[in-house]
């Protein structure tokens, strides 16, 4: 079955849903990333987002497209925590219950956070158990309507109002933008983000940008098909360690990006370190990727516009603290 | 000699003059935040704010406002570190030296931030010299024009435009203010954000906030004339432990302030927790002391629209990893 691709009118549509329920986040500058880099750097704060990460976009977005039964079967979702936050506090609002199959080994942060929202979280060993496995057996079990963390088009649209709201703040300035720069899992927030920039900046040059041992993202757009990461643990950057990309957002960047950035662990906690003692930002290590990425770099760009992406900022005090020390 | 005291119009003076130097930090709002306190509060970071605080803007208005020759004399100030940076990165932008005489037991990364501005660092003992002192010597053997961190009317025009922009922004919204805190040491951003508040929103309450045991702005509003502290040292609020308030800022603030508010240490610890857990902002503990009253009176009242002021977020990991921890 040919799967529905999402188109920029998707993302305008999902600005109206999302306006006064997400937050619009500021475009934000910093002058010593601006020295460092030799860039003139956007900041997009998503870590500011309601939930911490920019994941309340897609879910709220996704949920609102639902009927009013399928939301009286409830929500059901995979996702390491953001994901699961957003689905959490979106069907809350909706009025609906909701089940996140996590990690055993996810951010205690993220957990307490989800079961904040009343949603029902529900643990798996990433070592023995697939979670798509466990999630189906949720499924049946409860009947409940699965909004899949990035393979999903309206989720995609949600995340796609990061890009639209980069691009009018940056066409109200000076209407000038060089690269882009996403934090990217599975690709969904890459992908709309994608769909908007490139709509109102055909020319800038857009990037998706991971941690290193999992970067089936960048061999995918090298390639041209879907590869996978050769293990499914092992990286701080919890948020963003997909299998490999996601279809529905792979057909829109394989033709929209320029290509793959990459980055080490070590390299996500600098710039972790960087966003406190600098931005006065706390961003959690899959949300400090692009950041990580401008500042390894951004000399080669130097005098360009680049707008980064900070995707997110539930980090656990143990992570956070061996960053800044 | 009768000093001059600021008013509404050397606000819109000095937001002329700051334009495009300062950042027009966001207005922010945090479901959080709103859900645990009851109101509907508004957030205006100035931790993002160049130098890591609002110092600057107060630091370059002043400085714009001096004529060349004095201008090459070079800038001196007394700061425990924020004024410091202020200073520091305003008189690089116009070229001139600075000297700051900072406690010796100042904040390490005020200290280090400082001299990233090129600016001399000349430290005393808290405990055994008087800063004005050697302030006055530093004076004597330099020429130079020193820009007090409070008790300059220039400085409190530039301090003024958070409450304009804090103005302008609610009132581009839906134009309700009923209460606003301001993070209080000699007085200066008090008086600043007062005068602009006041001017458009002549209902709204003003408060001081302030940490226990170094309540002289409190007790200053109760007895109509300017107390002291006890003592000189001894709170983790290092960014706001002035001797007494200024005298030109209490001038307006004597007319315009509803009170002050106080918050324990520990209530300064737990404030910055929560913005490292919700609001995702990295804040110091003097910038925290009005989120601390929020989160301390909001429940009394409820409903109402509250406008907090996050003044820095030049803080230590050490103290960072306390809070968070």
Redesign the interface.
């Known amino acids: 079955m040919s799967e529905y691709i999402p188109t920029y009118d998707d993302i305008l549509s999902a600005a109206k849903t999302i306006n006064g329920e997400a937050?619009r986040t500021?475009l934000?500058?910093?002058?010593a990333l601006d020295k460092v880099t030799g860039c003139k750097v956007y900041i997009k704060?998503e870590?500011?987002q309601?939930t911490?990460s920019f994941k309340f976009r897609g879910a709220y977005n996704a949920i609102s497209k639902l009927n009013d039964k399928e939301r009286e079967r409830g929500i059901l979702a995979n996702s390491s925590g953001n994901h699961a936050q957003g689905i959490g506090?979106a069907s809350r609002m909706f009025g609906c219950a909701s089940t996140i199959v996590m990690p055993a080994d996810a951010p205690v942060?993220k957990v307490e956070r989800t079961k904040s929202y009343d949603a029902k979280v529900i643990h798996f060993d990433r070592a023995k158990e697939d979670r798509d496995v466990v999630l189906a057996r949720v499924e049946k079990e409860t009947g409940g309507v699965i909004v899949h963390p990035y393979n999903n088009a309206m989720v995609i649209a949600g995340q796609g109002t990061v890009g639209l709201e980069i691009a009018e703040d940056i066409m109200a300035l000076d209407g000038e933008l060089d690269r882009v720069i996403a934090c990217t899992g599975g690709g969904g927030l890459t992908a709309g983000v994608a769909l908007a920039i490139n709509h109102h900046f055909p020319d800038a040059k857009i990037y998706s940008s991971e941690p290193e041992r999992f970067e089936d993202y960048k061999r995918s757009l090298k390639s041209g098909k879907l590869e996978r990461n050769a293990t499914t643990a092992g990286s701080i950057c919890d948020a963003i360690i997909a299998p490999t990309p996601g279809s529905v957002g792979f057909e829109v960047n394989k033709n929209l990006l320029h290509s793959g950035l990459v980055v080490s662990d070590e390299e996500a906690l600098t710039a972790i370190k960087f966003a406190?003692?600098?931005?006065?930002?706390?961003?959690e290590p899959g949300g400090a990727v692009a950041l990580a990425a401008v500042l390894k770099y951004g000399k080669e760009w130097a005098g360009e516009t680049v707008t980064i992406i900070l995707s997110g900022?539930n980090v656990d005090?143990d992570i956070?603290?061996r960053a800044?020390?």
Do not use: A, H, Q, T
């Open positions: 937050v500021p934000l500058r910093n002058d704060p870590n500011l309601r911490g506090d942060m406190y003692e600098e931005l006065k930002l706390v961003v900022g005090p956070f603290v800044i020390s």
